[in-house]
């Protein structure tokens, strides 16, 4: 019991004791402006100053001391004091917004001669992808058998990743992102109606595109952009299946048996290039408050390359004896529509002039 109000107390005295530096701190702020108003600048500065380097303020009463700061130094015709202190004020508060009839011409000049603009961002992103899978060359082993077959895809896949930003000059940045997805794939071949082969494949992926984008600012807060790069995938899985159904007759007595089999889980990742490349292009709508983005966008990716190494086109030999299938040469093109948000952790505050 004996330990517990000793808590209390000293819990108490720390309270009285941070309210009453509080009161202390806001009565010096208070005595400032007073100050401020009678001309006397220099006692202004000075107790601004020590108010700033020994109270503990929130951000709205920084903004306040660095605003009447900044302003007592133009007073003085110590400009460059001034800009400093402007530039501590829009340090604290990026989006500090001039408050009409209540500053002076020099004040609003010298904010004005900042710009600001988001630097670095971070965000989330939910898209629907719709791939496809295009031949771009065709190589077959039976006769009187379409190889050219589509493959065929999901219709819609949802992804979610993440995306970092980077913006080096104001309305352009550097943009990149880290998504993972799988697709599935399947061609069906058939000759007359006594033959018939299915082949299908899962295919994973992680994706890193890295694209600039760049901004068309509407008003204050409406910015839509546009964006253009490249895309590094690399496939870390590539599983397959493989099912085949024919009528066999028999050469000597003409006899006809129904004849099927499969196969699962077949490992096709030596047959497959692993690294691949996509071109980027896509088009938004941002709406930006403060630090927070939500965003819309489209986008379109095209394939630099074949998925199927044909080179090794025949390393299952399995496949090729027993099935029949053999691989063509294709590309993935992706049509994405997303949505995402993102905050905004740095903030970029240069004078422009």
């Not at 400032?32 to 000075?46: F, H, Q, V």
């Not at 503990?56 to 302003?71: G, Q, V």
């Not at 020099?106 to 992808?129: M, T, W």
Request: proline share 2%; hydrophobic share 40%; charged share 20%.
């Amino acid at each position: 019991m004996v330990r517990f109000f000793l808590l209390f107390f000293i819990f108490t005295a720390c309270f009285i004791a941070a309210s009453t530096a509080q009161n202390s701190c806001d009565q010096s702020t208070k005595q400032a402006e007073e100050l401020y108003n009678s001309g006397d600048y220099e006692n202004c500065i000075r107790i601004l100053e020590k108010s700033f380097k020994e109270c503990r303020t929130s951000k709205k009463i920084s903004e306040d001391i660095l605003e009447l700061l900044a302003k007592s130094h133009l007073e003085q015709d110590n400009v460059v004091q001034a800009e400093a202190d402007v530039k501590s004020m829009l340090e604290n508060n990026p989006h500090y917004e001039l408050k009409d009839g209540n500053n002076n011409e020099d004040f609003e000049l010298l904010v004005k001669k900042f710009d600001v603009h988001p630097q670095f961002s971070i965000g989330v992103r939910n898209a629907a992808l719709l791939p496809k899978l295009k031949s771009t060359k065709t190589f077959s082993i039976l006769n009187n058998v379409d190889y050219s077959a589509p493959y065929t895809t999901a219709k819609t896949i949802l992804i979610y990743n993440i995306w970092a930003e980077y913006e080096f000059h104001k309305g352009l940045s550097l943009n990149s992102e880290f998504i993972d997805f799988s697709l599935n794939y399947n061609r069906n071949f058939s000759r007359g109606t006594d033959w018939s082969m299915a082949y299908r494949e899962n295919l994973s992926f992680i994706e890193v595109p890295l694209y600039l984008k760049k901004y068309f600012p509407i008003g204050k807060n409406v910015m839509p952009y546009v964006d253009l790069g490249i895309g590094y995938l690399r496939m870390t899985k590539a599983a397959a299946g493989s099912s085949i159904a024919y009528i066999n007759e028999d050469a000597y007595t003409g006899a006809k048996t129904n004849f099927a089999a499969g196969s699962e889980n077949m490992d096709m990742l030596k047959m497959r290039n692993e690294n691949n490349y996509e071109w980027i292009a896509g088009a938004g709508i941002g709406y930006k408050f403060k630090n927070l983005g939500l965003f819309i966008d489209a986008r379109y990716c095209g394939g630099l390359m074949s998925l199927t190494n044909t080179s090794n086109r025949f390393e299952n030999t399995a496949l090729t004896n027993n099935y029949f299938y053999i691989d063509n040469a294709i590309k993935l093109n992706k049509f994405e529509i997303g949505i995402s948000i993102s905050y905004t952790l740095i903030n970029s505050i240069k004078k422009i002039r």
